[in-house]
T-cell receptor, first 113, second 113 residues
Framework: QKEVEQDPGPLSVPEGAIVSLNCTYS??????FMWYRQYSRKGPELLMY????GNKEDGRFTAQVDKSSKYISLFIRDSQPSDSATYLC?????????????FGKGTKLSVIP | IAGITQAPTSQILAAGRRMTLRCTQD?????MYWYRQDLGLGLRLIHY???????GKGEVPDGYSVSRANTDDFPLTLASAVPSQTSVYFC????????????FGPGTRLTVL
């Protein structure tokens, strides 16, 4: 079993839809949870960063962590064509030195105008 | 501020040839990383460096070597390229302190024939 599982999609939604992207993980030592967005032929860029359980909101994006279920989610409200990208979840054992980052394989999202 | 630059942008290489991928960051980050990204496999860590003068092996280090002579540069060398090293290579960096996040370069697309 991989440490981090992420549905690769592809996921196609109409503009304005609410999008839910998810990852599950098996290692309870993960403490820090991140979502990266990667546009085609570009490097990943950090989108959201959360610590432990709970929700974090940033504009149209909400990151949710449920450590009891080992499940994290990224919600995108009022999705836009510019949100079309691959979204990667990532997790860290500790905040000091991220060389332990473990990535999901990414979910490819297309938002159709 | 350039962030992280990688060179070349893309390269076609004959099997058996030696190749060095260059990575430079201007953020004075302590930690640097090399990943490869392959369809269906996601991002996999090749090598990392927590600080200048030190390096470590990631998940897929075989066939690759790195050096970290100074803070800014972290070259990745393929001593004798093989077709299975065809991939997109990303360099990343992080401060190495506290609640750390990784910042990625634009990538190098390498094809080994």
């Amino acid at each position: 079993q991989k440490e981090v599982e992420q549905d690769p999609g592809p996921l196609s939604v109409p503009e304005g839809a609410i999008v839910s992207l998810n990852c599950t993980y098996s290692n309870s030592a993960f403490q820090y949870f991140m979502w990266y967005r990667q546009y085609s032929r570009k490097g990943p860029e950090l989108l959201m960063y959360t610590y432990s359980s709970g929700n974090k909101e940033d504009g149209r994006f909400t990151a949710q962590v449920d450590k009891s279920s080992k499940y994290i989610s990224l919600f995108i409200r009022d999705s836009q064509p510019s949100d079309s990208a691959t979204y990667l979840c990532a997790m860290d054992y500790s905040g000091a030195g991220s060389y332990q980052l473990t990535f999901g394989k990414g979910t490819k999202l297309s938002v159709i105008p | 501020i350039a962030g992280i630059t990688q060179a070349p942008t893309s390269q076609i290489l004959a099997a058996g040839r030696r190749m060095t991928l260059r990575c430079t960051q201007d953020m004075r980050h302590n930690a640097m990383y090399w990943y490869r990204q392959d369809l269906g496999l996601g991002l996999r860590l090749i090598h990392y460096s927590n600080t200048a003068g030190t390096t470590g092996k990631g998940e897929v280090p075989d066939g690759y070597s790195v050096s970290r002579a100074n803070t800014d540069d972290f070259p990745l060398t393929l001593a004798s390229a093989v077709p299975s090293q065809t991939s997109v290579y990303f360099c990343a960096s992080s401060s190495g302190y506290g609640t750390d996040t990784q910042y990625f370069g634009p990538g190098t697309r390498l094809t080994v024939l």
